[in-house]
T-cell receptor, first 116, second 115 residues
């Protein structure tokens, strides 16, 4: 148990629809990052939020957007879904946005998104 | 260029034997961190071991050890006394402060432990 909870665990959407994925971070963690993991690939960084501000973004189009709330939970929103958006979406929380750390970064179990 | 390269898509090991999973990395930074994660079919990333770029000793965590060769930019994971529960995907990853501390992951190695 990492204390990072993601919802929903599985969902199916139709191409063109919008989806919202949610992440509750570990207590006391102020940084949340999101990753997309396509089948057979390693996770790819989408973006990171630190104290409610986006402070890093990977190579993803603007239809991938996010929010972080005052309690440090976070949402990932994807608009105009495409078939290639089908993937496992992982959330990771940590205590600080600026430092490398060892075992203080916790991943959730992910949300499996299928776009048909 | 790939930041993390894992060249072994799949590996097999006999139960109770040791296995080495390869990882090479690419960075021009002096400060970085190297990680190994285990990912079972459920999807969760389980932290195994961490090596900081300034750490002089190889990291160890129970049956896991990291063979860190800085000059060769390699960070191989060694699992000793393999167990059936070790069967999973294994990912090598790196974080760099200068790129916002995002994780760069490799493509993973699928490990199967044979009874």
């Amino acid at each position: 148990e990492t204390g990072v909870t993601q919802s929903p665990t599985h969902l199916i959407k139709t191409r063109g629809q919008q989806v919202t994925l949610r992440c509750s971070s570990q207590s006391g963690h102020n940084t949340v990052s999101w990753y997309q993991q396509a089948l057979g690939q390693g996770p790819q960084f989408i973006f990171q939020y630190y104290r409610e501000e986006e402070n890093g973004r990977g190579n993803f189009p603007p239809r991938f957007s996010g929010l972080q709330f005052p309690n440090y939970s976070s949402e990932l929103n994807v608009n105009a879904l495409e078939l290639d958006d089908s993937a496992l979406y992982l959330c990771a929380s940590s205590q600080s946005g600026g430092l490398i750390s060892g075992n203080t970064i916790y991943f959730g179990e992910g949300s499996w998104l299928t776009v048909v | 260029a790939q930041k993390i390269t894992q060249t072994q898509p799949g590996m097999f090991v006999q139960e109770k034997e040791a296995v080495t999973l390869d990882c090479t990395y690419d960075t021009s930074d002096q400060s970085y961190g190297l990680f190994w994660y285990k990912q079972p079919s459920s999807g969760e990333m389980i932290f195994l071991i961490y090596q900081g770029s300034y750490d002089e000793q190889n990291a160890t965590e129970g049956r896991y050890s990291l063979n860190f060769q800085k000059a060769r930019k390699s960070a191989n994971l060694v699992i000793s006394a393999s167990q059936l529960g070790d069967s999973a995907m294994y990912f090598c990853a790196m974080r760099e402060p200068n790129t916002g501390n995002q994780f760069y992951f490799g493509t993973g190695t699928s490990l199967t432990v044979i009874p």
